[in-house]
């Protein structure tokens, strides 16, 4: 039994469970308790804050003489508990037993699926076999059975959960995804990931650490994140959605090597990382963009999206009354498209700020989770020094903005086209074919050398460097609630906590 605090405030939302507890001959005989003839006791478990923005289960025990009352105090607390209808009751877990460090198996019977059992959340749980064999199963099972689904993995097995999901929302609703402007059906059933991968960003960057326990707290207490998602296609033809990172240049050449070096583990990424960075290789394109004029944030401002994010929200509403305003008419489609051609070292569109273990301001630190918009970030052609200096500042508190040769956007869709597939004349649309002619004019004599890159989605590659991407505002939903203040003094003080109750 765990030491009892002086005082201990806790809100009933922040309760994992409440048990009968069985006092041994060694518990009775502590201090005042032995002068009990038959002491009752009950345990709380409850969430823990720890620093940063690490939970843990503790626990509480409350002793008493009088059964009735023992039991009393049992039963009003589940009731309580009862009426925390967000909580799951029944979820969806697939584990993938060859992520990150092939962990991902013990660290979810060990760590994760004794919290459940004590909250009492059934499991069925899917051991996968094969790459796309959570995405096939989705489409599969009867998923209204479930309050949500849980990945065990990193980056990739979630963006295979979401995948799933989504498309098993579309088909049920009979939209086609290859149709870049099908108005697609939400997906309100949420999604926990216990982190157990190589880069785990999107994880870190919802909940603020990478943490296999403290993410099944946020399961367990029923937390909702909402979260951005983009639409990814070639043409008319769907390719992927993406949550974290769509990255051409320096981040899909660092996949690109990395995929041939899996079986060493997270530290591919660092392997590859050091090549790529010695390579040094820019590609030439124009990118496309409409602005995000619905929201308020900037990429260069100070603060960074936090629980209960007022740019989230607000964003949110400007684009619900956008909506409603313009009905059918499209009108999106006419708004302002900004173009700009060059040379390019990395471009990067996030959807949150990326931030992860290695990096843990991020990308794009002002990135929102649920804002409806992206960053896109443009790395102009510079000397490896520079490059250099850009990517150190990810590590530390200086501004990686602030380069004569990064420009960063906040956009709600793009497009991309290299010049190599623009002089091919193949896979060009439209607006491209308008947009490169001009290109090609001014710059008949171009001295790129280089082939494509490839775009690197969530960490999975894309056939095509041609893309169209479009934000679609909170499109799925997290156990998770963004990444907190100060989540240790929010936990001291609550008004509904259950010491006023006793
Ligand atoms: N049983 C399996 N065998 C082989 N591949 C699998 C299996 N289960 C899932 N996968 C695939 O493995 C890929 C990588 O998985 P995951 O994201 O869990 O680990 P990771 O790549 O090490 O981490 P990160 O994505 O953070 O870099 C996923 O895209 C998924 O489709
Ligand atoms: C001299 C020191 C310089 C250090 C620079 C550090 C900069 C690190 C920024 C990290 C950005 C991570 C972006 C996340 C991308 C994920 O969607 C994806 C899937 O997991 N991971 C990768 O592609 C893996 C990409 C791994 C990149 C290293
Ligand atoms: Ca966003």
């Given amino acids: 039994m765990s030491p009892v605090p002086e005082n201990c405030f806790v809100p009933t939302s922040e309760i994992i469970a409440v048990e009968e507890t069985e006092l041994n001959k060694k518990q009775r005989n502590i201090g005042k308790w032995q002068k009990m003839a038959k002491p009752h006791a009950f345990t709380v478990y409850y969430v823990k804050k720890a620093r940063n923005h690490r939970w ?3 626990d509480v025990t409350f002793w008493c003489v009088d059964e009735h009352l023992c039991n009393q105090w049992i039963q009003a607390l589940k009731e309580l508990l009862e009426m925390q209808k967000s909580r799951p009751k029944q979820l969806l877990v697939y584990i993938n037993p060859y992520g990150g460090k092939r962990q991902g198996k013990s660290i979810y019977e060990q760590k994760v699926a004794p919290l459940f059992s004590l909250a009492s959340i059934s499991t069925d749980v899917v051991i996968t076999e094969h790459a796309n064999h959570a995405k096939d199963n989705l489409f599969e099972v009867n998923i209204n059975k479930y309050d949500g689904v849980v990945c065990v993995g990193g980056d990739g097995m979630f963006s295979e959960v979401m995948h799933g999901l989504i498309g098993r929302m579309q088909k049920d609703s009979g939209i086609d995804q290859n149709n870049p402007k099908a108005p697609l059906v939400q997906c309100n059933i949420r999604i926990g990931i216990i982190p157990a991968g190589s880069t785990d960003c ?30 990814v296609h070639h043409n008319n033809t769907f390719l992927k959605y993406s949550v974290s990172l ?15 070096k899996r079986w060493m583990g997270p530290m591919r990424y660092d392997y590859s990382g050091f090549k790529t960075f010695l390579s040094h290789h820019y590609y030439e394109g124009t990118i496309s963009f409409q602005p995000a004029k619905h929201t308020v944030g900037s990429p260069r401002d100070k603060d960074s999206c936090r629980t209960g994010c007022y ?17 059918l008419k499209h009108e999106e489609d006419e708004e302002e498209w900004k173009v700009i051609k060059g040379k390019f070292l990395a471009i990067n569109a996030v959807n949150m700020s990326c931030a992860c273990p290695r990096s843990p301001k991020g990308l794009s630190p002002a990135a929102h989770l649920a804002d409806g918009s992206a960053d896109l970030i443009l790395v102009r052609k510079c000397s490896r020094f520079d490059f250099l200096r850009y990517l150190v500042r990810h590590t530390n508190q200086d501004d990686q903005f602030d380069f004569s040769f990064v420009d960063v956007y906040r956009v709600k869709s793009f497009q991309f086209t290299s010049k190599l597939s623009e002089d091919n004349e193949s896979n060009v649309t439209d607006i491209g074919k308008k947009r ?3 290109f090609c004019r001014d710059h008949p004599a171009c001295c790129c050398n280089i082939a494509n890159s490839t775009w690197n989605c969530d960490g999975e590659t894309l056939d095509s460097s041609a893309i169209q991407v479009r934000v679609h505002c909170q499109f799925v939903k997290l156990f998770a609630r ?4 100060n989540s240790k003094d929010e936990a001291a003080y609550s008004q509904s906590s259950i010491e006023q109750l006793l």
């Fill in 56 to 58: 843990r289960c503790s």
């Fill in 202 to 231: 999107i994880c870190y960057s919802t909940v603020g650490i990478s943490d296999p326990v403290t993410s099944a707290l946020h399961i367990i207490v029923g937390d909702c994140q909402p979260l951005d998602v983009s639409s």
């Fill in 246 to 260: 769509l990255g051409y240049g320096f981040y899909g050449d660092i996949l690109k090597d990395s995929e041939k």
């Fill in 311 to 327: 740019i989230c929200k607000k964003s949110e509403q400007q684009l619900a009354e956008q909506h409603k305003e313009c009905g």
């Fill in 436 to 438: 490169f002619g001009q």
């Fill in 482 to 485: 963004g990444i907190e203040e």
